[in-house]
């Protein structure tokens, strides 16, 4: 009889787990904890990921300029002018008066503003 007795091992309550690459599922090498197997497969996860969280964006409305949908009124003739800037006749720029348009009942050109007070 010897003189000590042989303790059987302990089996790791981990045995039945292996740790595998989170990219490639390779089993990772002994060491210390890790994710994955190698720097490319960190890089090409984090490449994956990186691209499939940014969602495409969103679309734009058509464009309009802030000119389209201003009155303007010419400094020389004082004539008013819906979406232009320049006087054709006198060929100077004209002064924005407000936000606006044709009038849809005398097709006169009118501000907002003026046409709320009409009411």
């Given at each position: 009889m010897p003189d000590t007795l042989a303790v059987p091992p302990v089996p790791?309550?981990?045995?039945?787990?292996?740790?595998?690459?989170?990219?490639?599922?390779?089993?990772?090498?002994?060491?210390?904890p890790r994710q994955y197997c190698s720097p490319p497969c960190r890089q090409a996860a984090y490449r994956r990921r990186a691209s499939a969280a940014r969602p495409a964006p969103?679309?734009?409305?058509?464009?309009?300029?802030?000119?389209?949908?201003g009155v303007y009124q010419?400094?020389?003739?004082?004539?008013?002018?819906?979406?232009e800037r320049r006087c054709p006749d006198c060929?100077?720029?004209?002064?924005?008066?407000?936000?606006?348009?044709?009038?849809?009942?005398c097709e006169e050109i009118l501000t907002i503003t003026e046409l709320m007070n009409i009411s």
């Open positions: 790791s309550r981990y045995a039945s787990v292996t740790a595998t690459c989170r990219h490639c599922g390779t089993a990772l090498p002994a060491g210390p969103p679309q734009l409305p058509p464009g309009r300029s802030r000119a389209s949908t010419c400094t020389g003739c004082g004539q008013r002018l819906a979406g060929n100077l720029f004209a002064q924005r008066i407000g936000d606006g348009g044709h009038c849809p009942g």
